[in-house]
């Protein structure tokens, strides 16, 4: 496998369930992000890790739980979802956090259906 | 408030004529700018980029220009192909530590 993988591709639950996002990348990176895509609204940021380490954290409920056992893996925790947290999960790398000057590498999401 | 602005959800092209997309910008700490191409069920993938001391960088098809003093950028892509037809979204950061800025994106459909 190459680039940034994410799994399950399509994930439908309850708001009582609890279920979990997958993301690895296998380009050696540092850096590694959630985002979340909501129709007809920009990507937002939702939690970033560099070297294992959270840095940035965008006011996400938490209700989301990230965690990052290692630099090529990273998770997404979810419990008690509201059907408003439908979206597109997408999972990215990049070289380092300095994002200004590394691109990011996305994986293909997440399409998330809270009923 | 959003700071990057793609205010053209979607624009139509015949094949073989230039594609140009469109970005606006409020933050004028932005100095790295980039264009993602995203594909149904994939992620987006990079296209091209230009640092705030540049006024163009051209790659191929593509060519990105960056008008610091309006706060606009494009993208152009001539020739257009029906392979180009895909949602792009403009970005940018600001120096230091600090995460992408994301613009709604622009769907782009290139009729063969």
């Known amino acids: 496998e190459t680039g940034v993988t994410q799994t399950p591709r399509h994930l439908v639950m309850g708001m009582t369930n609890k279920k979990s996002l997958k993301c690895e990348q296998h380009?050696?990176?540092?850096?590694m992000y959630w985002y979340k895509q909501s129709a007809k609204k920009p990507l937002e940021l939702m939690f970033v890790?560099?070297?294992?380490?959270?840095?940035e954290n965008n006011s996400v409920p938490s209700r989301f739980s990230p965690e990052c056992p290692n630099s090529s893996h990273l998770f997404l925790h979810l419990h008690t979802l509201q059907p408003e947290d439908s979206a597109l999960y997408l999972c990215?790398?990049?070289?380092?956090?300095?994002?200004?000057?590394?691109?990011?590498?996305f994986g293909p999401g997440t399409r998330l259906t809270v009923t | 408030d959003q700071q990057v602005k793609q205010n053209s959800p979607s624009l139509s092209v015949q094949e073989g004529r230039i594609s140009i997309l469109n970005c606006d910008y409020t933050?004028?700490?932005?100095?790295?700018f980039l264009w993602y191409k995203k594909y149904p069920a994939e992620g987006p993938t990079f296209l091209i980029s230009?640092?705030?001391?540049?006024d163009k960088n051209e790659d191929g098809r593509f060519t990105v220009f960056l008008n610091k003093s309006a706060k606009h950028l494009s993208l152009h892509i001539v020739p257009s192909q029906p392979g180009d037809s895909a949602v792009y979204f403009c970005?940018?950061?600001?120096?230091?530590?600090?995460?992408?800025?994301f613009g709604k994106g622009t769907r782009l459909s290139v009729i063969a």
């Open positions: 990215a790398s990049s070289q380092d956090r300095l994002v200004g000057a590394w691109e990011q590498y």
């Open positions: 380009l050696g990176h540092n850096a």
């Open positions: 890790y560099s070297l294992e380490e959270r840095v």
């Open positions: 933050n004028s700490m932005f100095d790295y």
């Open positions: 230009i640092s705030s001391i540049k």
């Open positions: 970005a940018a950061s600001s120096p230091g530590n600090t995460p992408l800025v």
